[in-house]
C-alpha cells in the first residue's frame, strides 16, 4: 500500500467508470515506481452509483510523478491527449472524460 503524507498534493491523472480499468492503470503506474491513490465514489457514498450503473473512480498521483504517470498510461497504449483541453482521454474514448469534447474515433 502507499503511504500518504497528508501535506503531499495529490492530481488526477485518470477517471473512468470502471474498476477493472481502473485495477489495469493502478497496476501500470505501480510497476513503474508511481504511487496512486485510487478515489471512488462507492468508498464514500452507500450507493455510490452513477445512473448507468457504473462507479466513478479517480486515480490520483502526487504532483511530481503527473507527468511519469501519464507517460505511462500513454507508452500502454491507454491513453490520447484531449485536443481541447489537453488532459488524458483513453483511445476509445468518444468524448473527453473531462470537458466532454467529442474525440476523433481513431
Ligand atoms: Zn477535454
Do not use: Y
Not at 503511504?3 to 498534493?9: I, L, V
Not at 504511487?35 to 455510490?48: D, F, Y
Not at 507527468?67 to 497504449?77: D, F, K, N, S, V
Amino acid at each position: 500500500m502507499a503511504t500518504w503524507n497528508k501535506n503531499d498534493a495529490l492530481v488526477e491523472v485518470w477517471r473512468t467508470w470502471g474498476e477493472t480499468e481502473a485495477n489495469i492503470v493502478q497496476g501500470l503506474l505501480e510497476s513503474s515506481g508511481v504511487e496512486c491513490a485510487i478515489q471512488g465514489e462507492s468508498t464514500r457514498l452507500t450507493h455510490g452509483f452513477t445512473l448507468d450503473g457504473l462507479a466513478e473512480v479517480r486515480i490520483l498521483v502526487r504532483e511530481e510523478d503527473r507527468e511519469r504517470a501519464l507517460e505511462t498510461i500513454a507508452e500502454a497504449g491507454h491513453m490520447t491527449e484531449c485536443p481541447d483541453c489537453g488532459q488524458p482521454a483513453g483511445t476509445d474514448d468518444r468524448a473527453c472524460r473531462f470537458c466532454r469534447a467529442p474525440l476523433a474515433v481513431r
